[in-house]
């Protein structure tokens, strides 16, 4: 298995501008998860889905976020406008069931 | 709010060592979950313990688990330089959600 696919794994990009992050879960998995993790703020959780549906989305900073699921083998997080504030690594995870989850390696992402 | 908060935040000993990490957390829990991440990489999953366990071994891991003190401790014996790495406490409920604590960084020195 491939594990949690994430692309792109650095993204540098202007204020302003949009950014979409993209995951792969690992086949067979229900649950799906994006985080951010900041050097100030730790690992936060944003968003996750169950069976592609957004379960809870209380973490999502604000309406420029914004993730979809459309199906059981694609994620994405999208970010309109980025703003610098936004830079972080973004991580996304899935499991089956409520076990262990399993991380992407990540997209390094850079507002200036 | 974190619901896990681990202890001490950064650690360094030397190869051989035993290295002890804590966890404690504020409301009930299904179950508590450790991870390693290794500079820029991503989370990797060690141990899960229920709630209904007290004590959990992996190799050169072991997992207490007080819920009476909602609190949990992650052992590494016998440390290798490859330990070298930040580790989580992360909660579980019914949910499938994970709260993530702050981590203790882990250095250990050959």
């Known amino acids: 298995d491939a594990g949690v696919i994430q692309s792109p794994r650095h993204e540098v990009t202007e204020m302003g501008q949009e950014v979409t992050l993209r995951c792969k879960p690992i086949?067979?998995?229900?649950?799906l998860f994006w985080y951010r993790q900041t050097m100030m703020r730790g690992l936060e959780l944003l968003i996750y889905?169950?069976?592609?549906?957004?379960?809870?989305d209380s973490g999502m900073p604000e309406d420029r976020f914004s993730a979809k699921m459309p199906n059981a083998s694609f994620s994405t997080l999208k970010i309109q406008p980025s703003e610098p504030r936004d830079s972080a690594v973004y991580f996304c995870?899935?499991?089956?069931?409520?076990?262990?989850?399993?991380f992407g390696p990540g997209t390094r992402l850079t507002v200036t | 709010s974190q619901q896990g908060e681990e202890d001490p935040q950064a650690l360094s000993i030397q190869e051989g060592e035993n290295a002890t990490m804590n966890c404690s957390y504020k409301?009930?829990?299904?179950?508590l979950q450790w991870y390693r991440q290794n500079s820029g990489r991503g989370l990797v999953h060690l141990i899960l313990?229920?709630?209904?366990?007290r004590e959990k071994h992996s190799g050169r891991l072991r997992v207490t688990l007080d819920t009476s003190k909602k609190s949990s401790s992650l052992l590494i014996t016998a440390s290798r330089a490859a330990d070298t790495a930040s580790y989580f406490c992360a909660t579980g409920r019914n949910t499938g959600k994970l709260i993530f604590g702050q981590g203790t960084t882990l250095q250990v020195k050959p």
């Open positions: 086949s067979g998995h229900d649950y």
């Open positions: 995870a899935s499991t089956r069931e409520l076990g262990e989850q399993y």
């Open positions: 313990i229920r709630s209904n366990e």
């Open positions: 889905f169950n069976n592609n549906v957004p379960i809870d």
């Open positions: 409301t009930s829990i299904n179950n």
